[in-house]
């Protein structure tokens, strides 16, 4: 796989420093800073290396076969570069995380429709303080009082009523 030499940076610098946190700013420009300066020591070398000019040096070395070994030794050095084995990953997990804001966005767009729903329900309702009890029992009609259908004890609270079982202490006892 070649290689290409880096030009510009590719990172969007203005897009993240818009997400960072106000008490996050130092840190975030002394790693703006860090990433600068190193790409600025990458474009301050040359792209590839210097061509030697083994002719010159063979003309000048008196050491019989020393040019011609060095010449060979360095034609022979390959500089491993590391395989690429983290990029597929990052681009699985960049498709998973897509996958999941998609997911969430949409949610949270059905969510809202079903708030707008209740906030324009509410909206049409007459207000509170005009209302009568027979309003109130029309427009929600489950949390009305209903003697007939449902009766409950004074003080008609859901911890005086029979066969009450307080959430919060049934969910503690099963963990």
Do not use: C
Request: charged content about 25%; hydrophobic content about 35%; overall charge negative.
């Amino acid at each position: 796989m070649a290689t290409k030499r880096i030009v510009q940076s590719a990172v969007n610098w203005a897009a993240i420093a818009e997400r960072v946190p106000a008490n996050q700013k130092p840190q975030f420009m002394a790693f703006k800073s860090k990433s600068d300066q190193f790409l600025r020591s990458v474009l301050a070398n040359p792209e590839t290396p210097p061509k030697i000019d083994w002719a010159y040096y063979k003309n000048n070395v008196a050491v019989a076969g020393l040019v011609d070994n060095f010449q060979k030794q360095y034609d022979a050095l390959k500089i491993p570069r590391p395989a690429d084995t983290v990029t597929s990953k990052i681009e699985e997990e960049e498709k998973a995380t897509k996958s999941e804001i998609a997911s969430y966005v949409q949610k949270s767009n059905d969510r809202i429709v079903g708030f707008q729903k209740n906030i324009d329900h509410l909206k049409s309702l007459l207000p509170y303080d005009q209302m009568t009890m027979e309003d109130y029992r029309d427009a929600f009609p489950e949390d009305a009082l209903d003697p007939i259908n449902r009766p409950t004890f004074w003080p008609h609270t859901p911890e005086e009523q029979v066969g009450y079982v307080n959430k919060d202490a049934q969910h503690a006892e099963h963990h």
